[in-house]
């Protein structure tokens, strides 16, 4: 419901230029939320904002971390000056590890519904954002990493970095909208060699395919993210912004008609004896790899 609301107010968020323009907005750079966690800033002349993850060690997307996107995406959808948002990572070599599995792990069971719709409506949200979407990709990019990455509209991707839907290597299933997203990238016979293997593809792997579209050094990364969001913003934006509602919106449609079963699913699907040992001995493996 949460989620339906969020994407009406996209839809409508064209009309939505009369608002009244931020306190927090003195400068010609301003920091629209700043948290240990995310920190999202607005340039003011420019229209760009760029939202940085940092929670260590991995930016991996806790209940609480995905809540704290979710509000600042909202905001940053509503606030009329702004016209387009870079995400990155504050973090060295990690762009996102994809869900927390501590949250799937051993979980209560309300809370982990509560985790599978934000994590839902922080993907309809930024599938569905009004505003124009870069990934900066600074860093490794696996699973739920990937999805964000896949949920904007154009991907940079420094060297030396893998990226992918790796899931099935865990022993769980990409949910049906994590590979309609990878679908929508890279088209469907290279979605199910991704997916069924659990490919993480290295930067220029992922670029042969489309994965990601441009690849560049990680020192020039945020420059070219900037220099390429100048690019799209000088496309006429309501043209550009109903191209890219009507490509979208089946997609979008398709989670938010059966959201609340998705819910059910992930979490019939999650408390598993065997989806959770399977959990519980990747975690093993991820913490063994740390002391070798
Ligand atoms: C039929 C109905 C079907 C419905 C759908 C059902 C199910 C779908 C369910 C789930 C979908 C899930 C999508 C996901 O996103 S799952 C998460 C996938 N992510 C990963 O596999 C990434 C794992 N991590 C790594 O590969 C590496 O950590 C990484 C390359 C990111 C970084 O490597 P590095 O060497 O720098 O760091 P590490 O030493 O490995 O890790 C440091 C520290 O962080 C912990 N950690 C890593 N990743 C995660 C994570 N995703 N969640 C929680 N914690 C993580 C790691 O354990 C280390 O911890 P510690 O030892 O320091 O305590």
Same mark, same amino acid.
């Not at 000056?81 to 599995?101: E, M, W």
């Not at 519904?113 to 009004?130: A, N, V």
């Not at 293997?197 to 020039?220: C, F, H, N, W, Y």
């Given at each position: ?115 599978w719709k934000t994590l839902q409506d922080m993907w309809l949200l930024l599938f569905g954002s009004r505003l124009t979407t870069i990934a900066a990709i600074n860093g490794h990019s696996p699973a739920g990493g990937a999805l964000v990455a896949m949920s904007c509209d154009y991907r ?56 990601? +579209? ?47 079963? +998705? ?9 598993? +004896? ?8 990747y975690l093993e493996n991820l913490k063994k790899k740390q002391k070798e």
């Amino acid at each position: 419901m949460a989620a339906r609301m969020a994407f009406s107010r996209l839809t409508r968020s064209l009309c939505e230029v009369g608002r009244s323009r931020s306190l927090l907005l003195q400068s010609a750079r301003w920091v629209t939320s700043a948290s240990k966690t995310l920190t999202v800033t607005m340039d003011d002349k420019t229209g760009i904002a760029e939202m940085s993850l940092n929670r260590p060690p991995v930016n991996s997307l806790s209940l609480e971390f995905m809540t704290e996107i979710n509000i600042a995406l909202e905001k940053l959808e509503h606030e009329k000056f702004c016209r387009g948002v870079i995400i990155t990572s504050a973090i060295p070599k990690i762009f996102s590890a994809g869900l927390d599995i501590l949250e799937m792990y051993q979980p209560k069971p309300e809370r982990l519904s509560e985790f599978w719709k934000t994590l839902q409506d922080m993907w309809l949200l930024l599938f569905g954002s009004r505003l124009t979407t870069i990934a900066a990709i600074n860093g490794h990019s696996p699973a739920g990493g990937a999805l964000v990455a896949m949920s904007c509209d154009y991907r940079i991707m420094a060297p030396g970095f893998n990226i992918g839907l790796n899931e099935t290597q865990l022993g769980i299933v990409p949910p049906f909208w994590f590979i309609d997203t990878m679908m929508h990238t890279i088209g469907s016979r290279q979605t199910e060699l991704c997916c069924q293997k659990g490919l993480m593809l290295s930067t220029e792997e992922a670029a042969r395919i489309g994965l990601v +579209d441009k690849v560049v050094p990680l020192d020039q990364i945020a420059s070219e993210a900037k220099a390429e969001m100048q690019s799209w913003l000088k496309i006429p934006v309501a043209a550009k912004l109903i191209t890219k509602q009507t490509i979208r919106a089946p997609i979008l449609e398709k989670l938010q008609t059966r959201q609340e079963a +998705d819910v059910q699913n992930f979490c019939n699907f999650a408390m598993k +004896d065997s989806v959770q040992k399977s959990l519980g001995m990747y975690l093993e493996n991820l913490k063994k790899k740390q002391k070798e």
